[in-house]
């Protein structure tokens, strides 16, 4: 058997272990996978930011951050909001920090880089952090799911199948 054969069998098996583990787990490990999948994307980014830009940055997560809070304010308080407007929007917001953090870090290079991008990230965290009004320490919290399409966003399934 070639490599590429191995390859393609190797990616079907976990193509079919992916679209049949809703089926065998229960709630708890959907809900932690999906969690997983999502958190996998994040650090795939940065892998993208430090392997092919080699641009370290310990800001990363401060986007991240202001992502969620931009797609839990912009959007309506008791229903859930459709993910065509509120995507752009929130990344718009993050568009406009990185412009602003851009002008500032990118003039400076190796450490000086590294600290400048953490002291934004602190920067931001301290602000949200420091508002009541967005939960304080312990963050918003966001109980309903945004929508797609006409899909049942609410129903770990179907979550689960979008974030594959």
């Known amino acids: 058997m070639t ?5 393609l069998a190797v990616f079907l098996a976990a193509a079919l272990l992916l679209a049949l583990f809703p089926l065998v787990g229960g ?3 959907v809900q932690l996978f999906v ?5 996998a994307i994040f650090a795939m980014s940065l892998d993208l930011l430090i392997g092919y830009t080699g641009l370290v940055s310990f800001g990363h997560a401060a986007y991240f951050g202001l992502a969620g809070y931009a797609l839990a304010l912009l959007g309506p308080q008791y229903e859930a909001a459709s993910l065509w407007w509120s995507l752009p929007a929130a990344m718009a917001v993050c568009a406009l920090f990185a412009l602003v953090t851009g002008l500032l870090v990118l003039r ?4 000086f880089f590294i600290m400048v991008t953490l002291a934004f990230a602190q920067m931001l965290f ?3 952090v420091s ?3 967005y939960g304080g320490d312990d963050g918003l919290i ?3 799911r945004n ?3 006409d899909l049942n966003m609410a129903d770990d399934t179907t979550f689960y199948y979008v974030a594959v």
Request: proline share 0%; no cysteine.
């Open 27 to 29: 709630t708890f490990y």
């Open 131 to 133: 508002l009541k009004a």
């Open 3 to 7: 490599d590429s054969r191995k390859s």
């Open 126 to 128: 301290f602000l949200f």
């Open 147 to 149: 929508q797609l399409f």
């Open 142 to 144: 966001v109980r309903r």
């Open 35 to 39: 969690k997983v999948m999502i958190l």
């Open 108 to 111: 400076t290079k190796g450490i």
